[in-house]
């Protein structure tokens, strides 16, 4: 079983769309979550850290459910620049602190 | 400048072939390591260093050396490059005391073809 799974998409959602990804990880002791953002060909960038809270950041919003273990990301009023591949990032203590990636989500937004 | 370089960006080589990767970083991290990226299979992570006198293997280690010759400075060797070698390799670098907590940062990544 894969440490981190998504939904490669592709997604393809008109400007100004709401478009949710989620993620599940298979190791409940996982400590610390992120969505990392990589545009074609380039390298992965943080996008956000995701809190047990949730967290919210201008038009895009983290939640992590614990108990489901599942990570999910919201990107509201979708902007071209949106475009690009979504990678969810799971680290843990008990792992040695690797970093699991999940394959990615692919979204374009069409205008 | 960037803060974490990687050389060669592009290269291809033949089977049998050895071959370095190196990645350079002046973030001041302990942290570093290197990946592989894969159509379909997502970052999977090779080696890893917490510090200079620390090396880890990582999920898919075979095949692939590392040298941390100093904080700054993390190798990457294929001893024998086959063809299923052929991927984008990525450094990064991370320092838990950051304040962002752990994030990681990316080299631009080398793409190694293997004939």
């Known amino acids: 079983r894969k440490e981190v799974e998504q939904d490669p998409g592709p997604f393809n959602v008109p400007e100004g769309a709401t478009v949710a990804f989620n993620c599940t990880y298979s190791?409940?002791?996982?400590?610390?979550f992120f969505w990392y953002r990589q545009d074609c060909r380039k390298e992965p960038k943080l996008l956000m850290s995701?809190?047990?809270s949730g967290n919210e950041d201008g038009r895009f919003t983290a939640q992590l459910n614990r108990a489901s273990q599942y990570i999910s990301l919201l990107i509201r009023d979708s902007k071209l620049s949106d475009s690009a591949t979504y990678l969810c990032?799971?680290?843990?203590?008990?792992?040695?602190?690797?970093?699991?990636f999940g394959t990615g989500t692919s979204l374009t937004v069409i205008p | 400048d960037a803060d974490v370089t990687q050389t060669p960006r592009n290269r291809i080589t033949k089977t049998g072939k050895r071959i370095m990767l190196e990645c350079s970083q002046t973030?001041?991290?302990?942290?570093m390591y290197w990946y592989r990226q894969d159509p379909g299979l997502g970052l999977r992570l090779i080696y890893y260093?917490?510090?200079?006198?620390?090396?880890n293997k990582g999920e898919i280690s075979d095949g692939y050396s590392v040298s941390r010759q100093a904080q700054a400075k993390f190798s990457l060797s294929l001893e024998s490059a086959i063809p299923n070698q052929t991927a984008l390799y990525f450094c990064?670098?991370?320092?838990?005391?950051?304040?962002?907590?752990?994030?990681?940062?990316f080299g631009p990544g080398t793409r190694l073809t293997v004939l």
């Open positions: 190791n409940s002791a996982s400590q610390s």
């Open positions: 990064a670098t991370s320092d838990p005391l950051d304040r962002t907590y752990n994030e990681q940062f």
């Open positions: 995701v809190y047990s």
């Open positions: 260093s917490f510090d200079v006198k620390d090396i």
């Open positions: 990032v799971v680290n843990g203590a008990n792992t040695g602190n690797q970093f699991y």
């Open positions: 973030k001041g991290h302990d942290r």
